[in-house]
């Protein structure tokens, strides 16, 4: 597994010409990618300007709105391959979302059964050019909490899914807080594999708050706190032999308040700190 750098979700907001360079200065191994750089630069020149800072295209997002009606599905899946296209020439294999843990309208099993099908179609698109696709629960009880017809929100949740597609590029985005979140322990994480892992979130929760009161957008930088056993879930990625990105999400205000070098900065330590903390090289 590598480090890699998703500025977004550091709150980072500059060019793709500078998050590479940014993220090149502060020892990253590899970088989040899309279309937009491709289309106003072009591919050739997104693909050397990685080269040259010796990054990795690590993770890009799905582009297809899976979440509505029929039609704006049809219309996204019917973009999809030229998507696809695109960013395996970049070199861009894994592609990755969350899902709502609620549903305003369709039952358990409504919501089930038209996401295992629109997700199976995704899949068979993306298999040809080599991507694999990565689905991410989201864990904490305040998300749902009050909502109508709660929906999938850990990993056995997720992974029913997955085993109903039955297509063999399919697997999770793991994030460490949704793992802490949802109550999930080593014996979780010891069901995965490097086969089904297709990228990591690192973050860690605010101290003081109980469990099922943490928020989803209120979190710390990997290591700030101690509450999420950084050191069981990074050990258990180390013993399956992950070889996918690591990346920080930690909606933290005071890292998005602060200049893009200092943000990228204070991530890279953080994402240090972390692995010390596992003991990893």
Request: proline letters at 6%.
């Amino acid at each position: 597994m590598y480090q890699a750098l998703a500025p977004g979700a550091i709150g980072v907001k500059v060019s793709f010409e500078q998050a590479v360079e940014l993220a090149a200065k502060h020892g990253f191994k590899g970088i989040s990618v899309d279309m937009g750089p491709v289309e106003s630069l072009g591919l050739e020149a997104v693909r050397e300007m990685l080269a040259a800072h010796d990054l990795l295209p690590a993770l890009t997002g799905m582009p297809v709105n899976f979440r509505q009606d029929e039609a704006t599905f049809e219309k996204g899946l019917a973009e999809l391959p030229r998507f696809a296209e695109t960013m395996a020439a970049l070199g861009c294999t894994r592609a990755a979302t969350w899902l709502m843990p609620w549903h305003e309208t369709m039952s358990y099993q409504e919501n089930f059964e038209q996401l295992r099908r629109r997700t199976k179609r995704i899949c068979q698109v993306l298999k040809p050019y080599g991507l694999r696709y990565g689905l991410e629960y989201v864990g904490p009880f305040t998300m749902r909490q009050g909502r109508p017809n709660p929906f999938i929100h850990n990993l056995d949740g997720l992974l029913e899914l997955i085993a109903a597609v039955d297509e063999d590029n399919l697997g999770v985005l793991l994030d460490s807080y949704h793992w802490y979140t949802a109550g999930e322990d080593a014996s979780d994480l010891a069901r995965l594999s490097d086969d089904l892992v297709v990228v990591v979130h690192v973050n860690d929760a605010p101290a003081g708050v109980p469990r099922d009161e943490q928020l989803d957008n209120v979190r710390g930088m990997p290591g700030e706190t101690g509450v999420i056993d950084i050191r069981t879930f990074l050990g258990a990625l180390e013993k399956m032999g992950y070889t996918g990105p690591v990346m920080a999400e930690p909606f933290s205000e005071r890292v998005r308040q602060l200049p893009p070098d200092e943000a990228v900065a204070a991530t890279a330590e953080s994402m240090n700190k972390i692995w010390q903390i596992a003991g990893l090289k």
